[in-house]
């Protein structure tokens, strides 16, 4: 493509997205489309010669819309928030445009220094102390990943530097809650320490885990001659948004001398509103922090943020230098490469620095309270209703529910509440994801679609209602 073809081309795409965001309500959420249907649509073997590039976007028309799942849906109540603010969309835009590659800040200053800066001012916007330093990763399993690397060289001082993991004289262990995500155990098994060493700790009624279970578990495995070295907590647990209670696990942590991380995927960008910030007191205490802003904060994906106090440990644990990516600048610059693990660097800052410029603080603050607001009118018409139930705290933007008709004997509660929440997403009036919390089955409704108003959670509540009733007899 020539730049002029480029211009033309660039237009028509953004044209085409600008008409999908405008339409995106009069589709079924979710797409009827069954394993298999996608591929069969595509040549199993490449083009020899050229395409035009009018057939490339006539396939997005007839391939790809109507075999995704629209996420961005006002009627989109699944998994979690993960809206896409225009403005973050064209940050990411220009950072494949430009195509550039921060393998060293000498590679592209601008790509480190605007990604220090982003991440000093969301320091600031979640309320963190001048001691947090933070870089972008590609996802919190990443995040969480690297976070159990630095807590693993901490506690061995560095077996890397000599045989590792499997030179130590006693098995190390993690601990975690039954409410953790489930990217929490693959980091910990990925990072060597082995499933057998991973403690899954009780929850209590709110699905936080309970301080005093964790200090057992700690106490027994000393008692057992294995070495505690990390603890990993929830503010915002997957399956109901449970806050793990961080001040007494820091405690806790600080007196075994364990590295304490803490998983606000989803929930950390809450705390850009100051009187939700009570959601992580004590979260000084802790060693490392990652927040997903691809998250309901509305930066497209990926944007990870992974916060650490310690930073030359950071450096320590995940550095390679190599000579051809030495330089003069090296003395006075950040290399954030020795930060994480790719190399190459993408220009992710851009969609997260374009997206807080374009909003202010005060535009996302005023978003988030209002999927707060909608997630508590939700809340109150489900409780209102008879043999409907939420069956955990709504802090922030989910909403977990059930429903128990008279009719349904309680065997068969399981059954029916999947059987319902599928009728939903088939119908494609709204999407929901059912999941298990304290080893029974309910729906969550996770709000935060940024067209997402008023009249959408009346018609999922509705949907919900007429869907789970007309098939009450079945399960009867
Ligand atoms: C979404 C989520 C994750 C995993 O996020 P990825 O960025 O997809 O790896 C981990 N923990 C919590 C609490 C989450 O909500």
Known sequence: MTPEEFRQRGHEIIDWLADYQAKISDYAVQPATQPGDVKAMLPTVPPIEAEGFDRIIADLDSVVLPNISHWQHPRFFGYFPSNSLGSGILGDLVSSGLGVLGLSWQSSPAVTEIEEVTLDWFRQMVGLSPAWFGVINDTASTSTLVALLCARE??????LARQGLQAEPRPLTIYTS????????????????????????DVDSNFAMQPA???GAIDADISAGLTPCAIIAAV????????????????????????????????GNAMILPELRWMWQGVEGADSVVINAHKWLGVP??????????????????????????????????????????LGRRFRALKLWFAIR?????GLQARLQRDIGLAQDLRAKVEATPDWEVIAPVVLQTVCLVYRPKSVPSHRLDDFTRAWAHAVNVSGRAYITPATAAGHWMVRVSIGAIST??????????????TAD???????
């Open 453 to 466: 108003d008023a009249e959408d959670i009346e018609a999922v509540w509705r949907a919900i209602q007429q």
């Open 213 to 215: 279970a964790l200090e």
């Open 358 to 362: 374009e909003q202010g603080v005060s």
């Open 178 to 201: 039954t409410s953790a995500h489930s990217s929490v155990e693959k980091a910990a098994l990925l990072a060597g320490f082995g499933r057998e060493n991973v403690r899954m700790i």
């Open 236 to 267: 915002g647990g997957t399956a109901t948004v449970s806050i793990d209670p961080v001040s007494e696990i820091a405690d806790i942590a600080r007196r075994h001398g364990l590295w304490f991380h803490i998983d606000a995927a989803m929930a």
């Open 470 to 476: 007309a098939i009450v007899p079945g399960f009867s």
């Open 301 to 342: 994906f990926d944007c990870s943020l992974y916060f650490v106090r310690d930073e030359p440990h950071l450096l320590r644990v995940m550095s390679a230098d190599p000579s051809f990516l030495q330089s003069q600048a090296d003395e006075k610059v950040r290399n954030l490469r020795n930060t994480g693990i790719p």
């Open 154 to 159: 901490k506690t061995t001082d560095f077996s």
